[in-house]
């Protein structure tokens, strides 16, 4: 991708085929400055949305910017009885001078199209999924928050809209973009998380949907999350269903092991792990720094003997909405492992700070991964 695409004119060229509806109810400005002030994550929703349709035989249609609203849908619609749908999730920032940016939204789109082809659904272009964000976006720029580590989190989406019982592909599609302002993650502040390995309910298998960015894997995630919280752990991470041996991810991050060499490993993309977009920027800022990263499949029991010999000193997770989290407790049915003293190791703090200084506009974009919106 030049550096021609990142330009706002480039940005405005895509967002421009998509026709912005008259919006008559728009949220009263002192009404939207509270709502955007401190929102919990995922709670609130800007005023607009994008929306297209895909039909069998005509491709994608009627580009459209529309009121935030309930989608009209026939209770037969596949995605209720087949969960034949799709996400994504990036954020728009505002930089200290009031101008908006998106982070890496081509990786975004280039996973989309992955995700789709998965769950048998229509392609849909980079350029409309850019343009639809940067649309939204747009149209919703006074919902961007001001504040530091505040953004207006994107949420695209395609689910099977026809209404049919059979099984298989549908005939009919919507496309959507919702928005939310939204905190930080843990609205606790950076602080290491207590981490329920699970090795009775698993979130995929081989040849499954782990690639993936679909609901199913993260409603397969949730009792395995919630038997952590019984058990006083903040999240999840799961092994694999095959042995119960190897570490995959978290409910909805990915992880990496800083060892006392100073090299990392991260469980290897095996199809079974969602790739995320904050680890392939993480490998790149390791590997720019000089240290080496290693993709590989790894034992939870190699992992623990590691963690109290000394030779795994952080882990920590990361994902587009906690960045990134360090790991300061390891539980199970059979162990309970700190990690680095339950203190935030000196490399995860300094990993998160360089991408998130990438990210606000603070440190430099060497990979010119930041697009810009507008001023």
Request: with cysteine; charged share 25%.
């Amino acid at each position: 991708m030049t550096n021609s695409h990142h330009n706002p004119e480039h940005l405005n060229a895509l967002a421009e085929k998509f026709t912005v509806l008259p919006h008559e109810n728009r949220v009263p400005d002192a009404k939207r400055e509270q709502l955007i002030d401190k929102p919990a994550f995922g709670q609130v929703f800007s005023d607009s949305m994008a929306h297209m349709t895909w039909t069998e035989g005509e491709g994608w249609t009627d580009r459209r910017i529309e009121p935030y609203g309930p989608l009209k849908m026939d209770p037969g619609a596949s995605v209720l009885h087949y969960a034949q749908e799709i996400f994504e999730g990036l954020k728009t920032y505002r930089h200290s001078d009031g101008s908006l940016w998106l982070f890496r939204p081509d990786a975004n789109a280039e996973r989309f199209q992955n995700s789709a082809t998965r769950l048998a659904l229509p392609q849909l272009s980079v350029d409309d999924f850019i343009g639809s964000v940067a649309a939204v976006a747009k149209a919703d720029h006074a919902w961007v928050p001001r504040r530091h580590d505040y953004t207006l989190y994107m949420r695209p989406f395609m689910f099977a809209s026809e209404s049919f019982l059979g099984v298989r592909k549908a005939k009919e599609v919507e496309y959507c973009v919702i928005a939310s302002p939204s905190g930080p993650y843990f609205p606790q502040g950076v602080k290491p998380v207590s981490i329920w390995v699970e090795d009775t309910y698993f979130r995929t298998g081989p040849g499954g949907t782990g690639f993936a960015k679909c609901g199913g894997n993260y409603s397969a995630s949730l009792v395995g999350e919630y038997r952590g919280f019984e058990h006083d752990c903040e999240q999840v991470c799961f092994v694999d269903a095959s042995t119960k041996t190897y570490l995959e991810e978290l409910g909805g991050m990915n992880m990496f092991a800083v060892h006392k060499d100073g090299h990392l490993e991260t469980p290897s993309l095996n199809g079974n792990i969602l790739p995320g977009v904050t680890r392939r920027s993480i490998i790149q800022i390791a590997q720019d720094e000089g240290r080496d990263v290693v993709e590989k499949m790894i034992k939870l029991s190699d992992l623990i003997e590691d963690i109290r010999s000394g030779e795994v000193t952080e882990v920590f997770a990361c994902g587009t909405a906690a960045i990134v989290t360090p790991i300061g407790r390891f539980k199970s049915e059979t162990f309970d492992v700190p990690v680095n003293g339950e203190a935030v190791g000196e490399y995860t703090a300094h990993l998160r700070e360089h991408l998130m200084g990438i990210q606000w506009g603070e440190v430099e974009d060497t990979h010119n991964w930041m697009w810009k919106i507008c001023d």
